[in-house]
T-cell receptor, first 107, second 112 residues
Framework: GIQVEQSPPDLILQEGANSTLRCNFSDSVNNLQWFHQNPWGQLINLFYIPSGTKQNGRLSATTVATERYSLLYISSSQTTDSGVYFCAVDKGNQFYFGTGTSLTVIP | ETGVTQSPTHLIKTRGQQVTLRCSSQSGHNTVSWYQQALGQGPQFIFQYYREEENGRGNFPPRFSGLQFPNYSSELNVNALELDDSALYLC???????????FGSGTQLSVL
């Protein structure tokens, strides 16, 4: 199967700071998605981004499929951004989730 | 438009028992996938159903089985429960295979 690694594993930010989360994957994939899991376990889809760059408010994501990585940018972080961020890739009707980045934003 | 709903939210079973978890897909979605998430880990893909047929499966034993119904809702069945089956079970639906995933709130299963 495909290996999906995320970095950093843990991140603590002051409210208002910016951050970059990285997702590396070991093989070509059909698509890539970013999710935020809140403290209650709910997974929210942030981006469906097999390639290129997308923006949604304070969040943006870039996937460079040829180099097998994706980046998630969080600007002006808020306490509600706390939680775990996962990337997930899809290849051949198989889904592989990354190891996650646990983000804590402190006021 | 209703989102993805799962039931029950919590469940306690004993080792060796069987369990059925249910998932209603988002309106208009014909694809459902199931995941197991152990504490502190990322979700692990169990299988995917598309138009009532299994069309992808992860590395899980045959005692994990599923169904998808004509209305595209789905069930996950686990036989001969083991202690390691204790986890959060998540269901996701999408318009078609490979499209954007929308997750339910999950079922927390505890096996004693």
């Amino acid at each position: 199967g495909i290996q999906v690694e995320q970095s950093p594993p843990d991140l603590i930010l002051q409210e208002g700071a910016n951050s970059t989360l990285r997702c590396n994957f070991s093989d070509s994939v059909n698509n890539l998605q970013w999710f935020h899991q809140n403290p209650w376990g709910q997974l929210i889809n942030l981006f469906y981004i097999p390639s290129g760059t997308k923006q949604n408010g304070r969040l943006s994501a870039t996937t460079v499929a040829t180099e097998r990585y994706s980046l998630l940018y969080i600007s002006s972080s808020q306490t509600t951004d706390s939680g775990v961020y996962f990337c997930a890739v899809d290849k051949g009707n198989q889904f592989y989730f990354g190891t996650g980045t646990s983000l804590t934003v402190i006021p | 438009e209703t989102g993805v709903t799962q039931s029950p939210t919590h469940l306690i079973k004993t080792r060796g028992q069987q369990v059925t978890l249910r998932c209603s897909s988002q309106s208009g979605h014909n694809t459902v996938s199931w995941y197991q998430q152990a504490l502190g880990q990322g979700p692990q893909f169990i299988f995917q159903y598309y138009r009532e047929e299994e069309n992808g499966r992860g590395n899980f034993p045959p005692r994990f089985s599923g169904l998808q119904f004509p209305n595209y809702s789905s069930e996950l069945n686990v036989n001969a429960l083991e202690l390691d089956d204790s986890a959060l079970y998540l269901c996701a639906s999408s318009l078609d295979p490979g499209e954007k995933l929308f997750f339910g709130s999950g079922t927390q299963l505890s096996v004693l």
